[in-house]
């Protein structure tokens, strides 16, 4: 027992010599093939130098539980992010210090693919199981253009952060959401991910339901029936009427009334089309205010035994 242990140390020494530098040592841990791999004493050797934040704000969040054997800090603590780095470690003089193997900044030299592939090591499947092929995948958005590491809030996940964080490149959904009628996303009701999987959906648009309507009635079930009297269009797509993210007609409408309807309502005999061409421009009064919601009042759909034509 007692020679394992004098051999182990022996062994010990050796390693030690057969480093270039005596200080390294502390730092570097030997890979199976005597490469140098990640440092010794992990998170504690890159703090020795990054003792201020932003690094130091790490310390603060879920990737540095130590006691979560899944979490960055359980593993190789800075580098399961920044990659094996011995390299960084080393100043040689004269020369400028090599980064780490992987860095996130604007300029990075790395790769889109492997800045996110780092966070895919541990980040896969559940709401990222379609990030692979997602609009935001394939026009090389990284993780990090959302996410914030070295924050304790993180400005995607924090809802009141979140809108900000997505306009930085959605400009028009910025410019509709302070139109007139909009989703309460500035006031801070609903949020981008209530409709939308920012990492993809095998949705159109990155919704989170299996269809624009199954996204809408997560929240107006009202809308959802099945009622005795349906409405083509409400049963086909709600956005055929409205616009989700601000409209400048009330209730998120795309048009107002009664245009909206004549699209598919302007039968020649109808009786909308004589409301609008008997003579007073459009302007019968039986149209003003809620215009054909003043009698069609039920627009979603009705369940009354007489209201086919959606007015109770
Ligand atoms: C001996 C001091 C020292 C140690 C130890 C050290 N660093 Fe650094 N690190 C620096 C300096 C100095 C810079 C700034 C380099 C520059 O801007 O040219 C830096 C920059 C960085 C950056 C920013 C790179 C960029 O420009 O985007 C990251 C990330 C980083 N270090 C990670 C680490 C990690 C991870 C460790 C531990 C494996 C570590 N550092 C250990 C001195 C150190
Ligand atoms: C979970 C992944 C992850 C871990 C773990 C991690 N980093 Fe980072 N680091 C990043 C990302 C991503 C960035 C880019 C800026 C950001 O998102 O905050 C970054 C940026 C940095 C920077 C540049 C900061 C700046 O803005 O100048 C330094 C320095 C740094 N990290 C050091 C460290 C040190 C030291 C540790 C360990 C204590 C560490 N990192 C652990 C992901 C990580
Ligand atoms: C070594 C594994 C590992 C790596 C690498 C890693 N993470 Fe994590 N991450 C975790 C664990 C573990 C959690 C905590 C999960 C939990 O509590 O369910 C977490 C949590 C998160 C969360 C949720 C935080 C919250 O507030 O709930 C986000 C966002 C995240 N990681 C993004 C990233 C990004 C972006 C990267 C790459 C820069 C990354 N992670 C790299 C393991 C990792
Ligand atoms: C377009 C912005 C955006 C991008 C790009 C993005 N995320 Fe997210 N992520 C978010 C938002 C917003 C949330 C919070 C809402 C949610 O959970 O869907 C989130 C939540 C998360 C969570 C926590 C999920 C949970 O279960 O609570 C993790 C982990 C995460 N992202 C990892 C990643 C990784 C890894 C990548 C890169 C492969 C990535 N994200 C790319 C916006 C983004
Ligand atoms: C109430 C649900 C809902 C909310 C909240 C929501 N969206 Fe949407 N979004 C949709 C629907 C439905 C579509 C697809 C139909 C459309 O474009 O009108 C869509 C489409 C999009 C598109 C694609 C537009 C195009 O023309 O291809 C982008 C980009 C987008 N949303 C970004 C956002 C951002 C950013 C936020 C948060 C500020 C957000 N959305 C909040 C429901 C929503
Ligand atoms: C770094 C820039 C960037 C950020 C930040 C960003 N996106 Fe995108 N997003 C894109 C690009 C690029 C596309 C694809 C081209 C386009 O439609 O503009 C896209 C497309 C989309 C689409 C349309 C998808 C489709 O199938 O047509 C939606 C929805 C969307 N983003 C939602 C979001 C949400 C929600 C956030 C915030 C959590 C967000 N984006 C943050 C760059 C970004
Ligand atoms: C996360 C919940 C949520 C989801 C999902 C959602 N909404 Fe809403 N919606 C709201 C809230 C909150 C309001 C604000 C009015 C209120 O307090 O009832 C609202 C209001 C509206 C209004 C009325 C606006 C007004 O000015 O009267 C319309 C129309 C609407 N939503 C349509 C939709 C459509 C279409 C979808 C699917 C694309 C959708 N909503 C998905 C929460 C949601
Ligand atoms: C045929 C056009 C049309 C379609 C399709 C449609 N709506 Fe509407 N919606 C309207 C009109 C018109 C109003 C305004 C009603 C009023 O002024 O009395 C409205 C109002 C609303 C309101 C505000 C509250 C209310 O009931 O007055 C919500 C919420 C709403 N719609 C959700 C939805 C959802 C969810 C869908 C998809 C399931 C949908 N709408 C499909 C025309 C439509
Ligand atoms: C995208 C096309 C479309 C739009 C827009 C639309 N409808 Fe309809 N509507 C239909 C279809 C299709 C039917 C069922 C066909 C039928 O029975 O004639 C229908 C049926 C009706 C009926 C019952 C007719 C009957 O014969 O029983 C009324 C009333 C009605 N719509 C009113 C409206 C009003 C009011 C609006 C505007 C708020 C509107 N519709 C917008 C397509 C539309
Ligand atoms: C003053 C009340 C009133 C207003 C306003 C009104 N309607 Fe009607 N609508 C009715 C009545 C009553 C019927 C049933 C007539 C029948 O059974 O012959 C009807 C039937 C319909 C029908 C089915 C039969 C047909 O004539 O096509 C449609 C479609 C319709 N309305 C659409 C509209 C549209 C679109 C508007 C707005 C331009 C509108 N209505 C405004 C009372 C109204």
């Not at 920012?198 to 624009?212: A, F, I, N, W, Y």
């Not at 302007?266 to 009064?285: A, E, F, R």
Request: aromatic residues 4%; positive net charge; charged residues 20%.
């Amino acid at each position: 027992m007692r020679s394992v242990i004098v051999l182990a140390a022996i062994a010990m020494v050796a390693g030690w010599l057969g480093l270039s530098s005596p200080a390294l040592a502390q730092w570097e841990e030997t890979g199976a093939n005597g490469e140098k791999t990640y440092a010794l004493k992990g998170a504690e050797t890159c703090l020795k130098c990054h003792d201020k934040a932003p690094a130091t704000n790490m310390l603060h969040t879920a990737h540095a539980a130590k006691g979560d054997s899944r979490s960055p800090f359980a593993q190789h603590a800075c580098e399961s992010c920044h990659g094996a780095s011995p390299e960084h470690l080393r100043k040689v003089e004269g020369q400028p210090r090599a980064l780490p193997a992987v860095v996130y900044r604007k300029d990075s030299p790395n790769t889109v693919e492997e800045r996110n592939g780092m966070c895919a090591t541990c980040h896969q499947g559940g709401k990222l199981m379609n990030w692979s092929g997602s609009q935001h995948q394939s026009n090389d958005v990284t993780c990090v253009d959302c996410h914030g590491l070295h924050t304790t809030k993180d400005p995607a996940t924090s809802r009141q952060d979140m809108p900000n964080t997505c306009f930085k490149c959605h400009a028009e959904q910025r410019a509709q959401t302070l139109r007139p009628s909009h989703h309460p996303i500035r006031e801070g009701q609903t949020v981008c991910s209530d409709c939308h999987n920012p990492h993809g959906s095998p949705t159109q648009k990155m919704l989170l339901g299996r269809t624009v309507n199954d996204t809408c009635y997560k929240c107006h079930a009202e809308t959802r029936g099945p009622f005795l009297w349906e409405h083509a269009p409400v049963r086909e797509d709600c956005t055929i009427c409205h616009s989700p993210h601000g409209t400048v007609q009330p209730a998120l409408l795309k048009q107002r009334a009664p245009f909206l309807c004549q699209e598919c309502h302007m039968m020649v005999g109808g009786h909308s089309n004589q409301l609008l061409s008997n003579g007073n421009g459009g302007n019968d009064q039986r149209i003003r205010g809620k215009s054909c919601m003043n009698c069609h009042s039920q627009i979603h759909g009705s369940n009354h035994p007489s209201g086919p034509r959606f007015m109770r």
